[in-house]
C-alpha cells in the first residue's frame, strides 16, 4: 500500500494542474521543477537502510542524527541555489530554457525547499521503525501524507481568488504532505528511540568516516537510478 499510494500522488497532482489554466506551461513548470527537487533529493533516500544498519545505541544514534542533518542541510542549500541567479545561470544559459519558464520553475522551487529535508527526517526515524518491526507505522505515515496532499490539493486549487500558480499549488501540497508525514513519524517512533537509548550494548566505534564510507554507495546508487 505505501508504494503504491507514493506512486499515485504524482499522478494526482498532475490530473489537477492538467485542469487549471494554462495547463500545459504550468505541467512544464511543475514537471521541470519536480524533476530537479528529485535530483536533489536522492541523498537522503537511503537514510532508513544507513539507521537500521548502524544505529545501535544511544552515540551510534546521535552520530547517525548529526549525519543526518549535514545532509538534510546541504541539500537544502542546494534547493536554495537552484532559486537564485546561479540557478537561473544553469537553467537559462546551460540547459537553455525560455526566461519566462526558468523563473516559473525557480518560483515553484521555493516551495519543495522543505520537501528533501522532512523525507531525510521521515527516512531516518522509518529506520529506527524498521528496526523495531512497527512497519505498520510507516503505512499509517503514508496514509497521512496522501490524505494530505489531497486535502490541500482541494482546498487551494478550489481557492478563489488564489495567489499561487497551479505548479506552486503542487509543489507547497507535496511539501506539506511530507512534513505531515514526517511530523507523524517522528512522533510514532519515540517509543523506539527510548528503546535504543537504553539499549544495553557494547560501546559503539561508529564515526563519521565509518558513516560516509557506508553511505556514499547507497546514496551514488540512489542518484544513478533516478
Known amino acids: 500500500m505505501t508504494w503504491l ?63 543526518t542533518l549535514h545532509i538534510n542541510a546541504a541539500v537544502f542549500c542546494l ?3 537552484m532559486t537564485s541567479s546561479l540557478g537561473f ?3 537559462h544559459d546551460i540547459f537553455h530554457l525560455q526566461e519566462d519558464l526558468c523563473l516559473s520553475v525557480q518560483k515553484t522551487l521555493l516551495f519543495f525547499l522543505p520537501w528533501a ?13 524498521l528496526q523495531a518491526q512497527q512497519t505498520r507505522l510507516i503505512a499509517k505515515g503514508t496514509l497521512f501524507r496522501f490524505l494530505s496532499l489531497l ?28 512534513v505531515v508525514e ?7 517512533s519515540a517509543s523506539s528511540v527510548e528503546r535504543v537509548k537504553k539499549k544495553n550494548a557494547p560501546p559503539s566505534t561508529l564515526t563519521y568516516k565509518k558513516i560516509l564510507s557506508f553511505y556514499w554507495p547507497l546514496a551514488l546508487t540512489s542518484c544513478i537510478s533516478l
Open 151 to 178: 486535502s490541500t490539493c482541494s482546498f487551494l486549487f478550489f481557492l478563489i481568488p488564489n495567489p499561487l500558480s497551479s505548479s506552486e499549488i503542487g509543489a507547497f501540497a507535496l511539501s506539506f504532505a511530507v
Open 5 to 67: 499510494l507514493m506512486a499515485f500522488e504524482g499522478v494526482f497532482v498532475t490530473g489537477f494542474i492538467a485542469r487549471s489554466d494554462s495547463s500545459s506551461y504550468q505541467l512544464a513548470t511543475f514537471g521541470l521543477s519536480f524533476a530537479i527537487a528529485l535530483i536533489l533529493e536522492a541523498p537522503v533516500i537511503m537514510f532508513s537502510t544507513a539507521v537500521t544498519a548502524l544505529v545501535e545505541d544511544l552515540k551510534s544514534l546521535h552520530k547517525m542524527r548529526w549525519f
Open 79 to 81: 534547493t536554495f541555489i
Open 182 to 188: 514526517a511530523l507523524f513519524i517522528r512522533q510514532a
Open 117 to 129: 529535508p522532512a523525507i531525510g527526517v521521515r527516512r531516518f526515524y522509518q529506520g529506527i521503525l
Open 89 to 91: 545561470f544553469l537553467l
